[in-house]
């Protein structure tokens, strides 16, 4: 179990890591979610801790245990936080705005290229194309394949 979180830890880590290298304004967005990422971090870091203390209870000093326990309540706390700030920021939560942007980038992948749907989907950031199709019909009112084929129709 502690080897997911330290595998979730590395990849938020790459991803701050290309989030924050890349050239870009600072927007109040760009506030609420570079402080959504750190607090990500930390929160992962505390449930690996809490993770090993859980699995280690006779070996780990029950003080040690119940700090680590606080904390991880705390980054919760924190994240919950956070991310009403992003929702009261942009007046969307953020997993909205997340597949507002990859709807987005999928309509101009249908719209501009002939790659297949599964195509598309990877390419707009869904691993199964299935889930990629169920959320494009909900947020477009239609399948990508019907909405490629509207548009060509038109």
Known sequence: MLRMEIALFLVACFVAYIYFSAERKHSPLHRTFSGLLIAVLIHLLFDAATVYTVSHLDTVPVLLNDIL?????????????????????????????????????????????ALSVAEVAEQSGYADYRVFTKVFKKAEGCTPSQFRRDFLEN
């Open 69 to 113: 326990h606080r904390f991880f309540i705390g980054t919760m706390v924190l994240i919950v936080y956070l991310s009403q700030l992003f929702k009261n920021e942009i007046g969307v939560n953020f997993l909205s705005y997340l597949t507002g942007i990859r709807m987005e980038k999928a309509k101009k992948l249908l719209l501009s290229s």
